[in-house]
């Protein structure tokens, strides 16, 4: 697939000729912003009208002709020592692999390595890093990329990646695991501030809090329904579901439901079935292998999936990894689902005996970094276990995630735990 040429510098020319034109005396501007504004929504409408080659039976958008080549499997027990290891070997672990590459967030394999090289660090890191290149630029509201370098950490700083973990437990603790995916809307217009969402999740929230109603607050609009959103929202509700991959997609589903579609939700429902199988004792192969049948078979994400395991023997480090994503994704946006599962497919192989390794090369990949850092680091930790984290990658946060969510500051990070285990336990808590 060739993307067409991007559209690029009008708005700027444009905008900067009318302020300049303005500054000079000249008249009937306005009128002519405005006939700009009319037929950028034209053109915008025709676009989004056009009839695409994906059909329901290929993309289904119902749960059930999602999953329907899901073959049913008991659910098995879990000790619960080994299932509160494994949850925070998740959970630290996806806060980790986030925090690694929060400060480098879109830099490519190339400059973060010049980066290192100019700290004088290894690459990939075995550690934080140790400064950032825009370390003292606010980020969601409260935070600075500095707050995730070793000598400044002293608590877990703020992120989307890691925020919307809370935002999924705070949905099931009001309403259990049958929670529907307008009350996660109700959810985020509670708590969830407009200036800390991006793409999809701004798109729908705007939408909603202008008034539109489901299913038209998430289609208005929103052409980012391919985007990584969805998959990074996962996790939590993976956490409450151990050996139990059904309900782990399901609840994702109706998560990612809110703002997804397609590969944007197809990749939630996997990455969330592959996490509810990581508590099972199955290998990294037959995980990734059986989460498959949870997507539909002719979807552009099964093909995704399928290519990207086909291509695992190619892959040694995050080089392989780059080289071979950026020659199948080619002019593909590096906040799309598919190419950062392909990513995230990688680095779950390569640390398939070494949660770090795989964590911090994942990372090195770069793209949408934190992200992917995150999810494997969220895999990897359940599969692996907490003990298995080497505690440099949490010590600092001193048990304490701060927040930016509307009402909440922080979050101690063991009562999180806990919170999750209590969930999957059956218990309401708000």
């Not at 140790?130 to 935070?143: E, F, H, M, Q």
């Not at 390569?350 to 999810?375: P, S």
Request: with cysteine; charged share 25%; proline share 3%.
């Amino acid at each position: 697939m060739k993307y067409p040429d991007e559209i690029k510098g009008y708005e700027f020319l444009i905008n900067d000729l009318v302020k300049y034109k303005t500054e000079m005396g000249a008249d009937g501007i306005q009128d002519i912003v405005a006939k700009i504004k009319d037929m950028l929504n034209e053109y915008y409408e025709k676009i989004n009208n056009l009839k695409t080659n994906v059909s329901k039976n290929t993309e289904p958008e119902d749960f059930e002709k999602i999953i329907k080549n899901a073959k049913i499997t008991e659910v098995k027990e879990i000790d619960e020592e080994k299932y509160l290891n494994k949850l925070k070997g998740g959970m630290f672990g996806r806060f980790a692999g986030c925090a690694l590459g929060a400060p480098l967030e879109f830099a490519t394999a190339e400059q973060m390595e010049t980066f290192a090289n100019m700290l004088g660090m290894e690459f990939p890191p075995k550690d934080y890093w140790l400064d950032a290149p825009t370390a003292y630029i606010p980020r969601y509201k409260i935070g600075f990329a500095k707050e995730f370098t070793k000598g400044a950490m002293n608590s877990l700083s703020v992120d989307d990646d890691i925020t919307y973990t809370f935002i999924a437990m705070l949905v099931m603790e009001k309403y259990g695991l049958d929670f529907t995916t307008l009350q996660v809307a109700d959810i985020w217009q509670k708590y969830l501030p407009l200036e800390c969402t991006f793409t999809a999740e701004n798109s729908v929230l705007v939408n909603l809090n202008n008034g539109l109603q489901l299913p038209n607050a998430t289609l208005h609009q929103n052409p980012s329904v391919n985007l990584i959103g969805g998959l990074i929202r996962c996790d939590g509700f993976a956490y409450v579901s151990p050996n139990n991959p059904r309900q782990a997609g399901y609840l994702a589903y109706k998560d990612s439901f809110l703002t997804h579609r397609n590969s944007g939700l197809y990749s939630s429902i996997y990455f969330a079935v592959v996490m509810s199988m990581a508590f099972s004792d199955l290998s990294i192969d037959e995980i990734f292998e059986k989460a498959l049948d949870y997507i539909p078979e002719n979807s552009n994400f099964y093909k995704v999936v399928k290519w990207t395991v086909s291509k695992i023997p190619e892959v040694k480090n995050y080089k392989d990894a780059v080289r071979l994503v950026g020659e199948k994704f080619e002019g593909m946006s590096i906040v799309h689902s598919e190419n950062n599962s392909a990513l995230i497919i990688f680095g779950c192989f390569i640390g398939k005996d070494d949660y770090e390794k795989g964590m911090t090369e994942t990372v090195a990949m770069g793209f949408d970094n934190d992200c992917t850092g995150a999810t494997v680091g969220s895999i990897l930790g359940i599969y692996h276990g907490f003990d298995k984290i080497p505690q440099h990658w949490y010590l600092n946060w001193n048990n304490t995630a701060r927040s930016y969510l509307d009402g909440i500051d922080q979050f101690d990070l063991q009562d999180v735990v806990e919170r999750f285990n209590n969930i999957r336990k059956g218990r309401k808590m708000l």
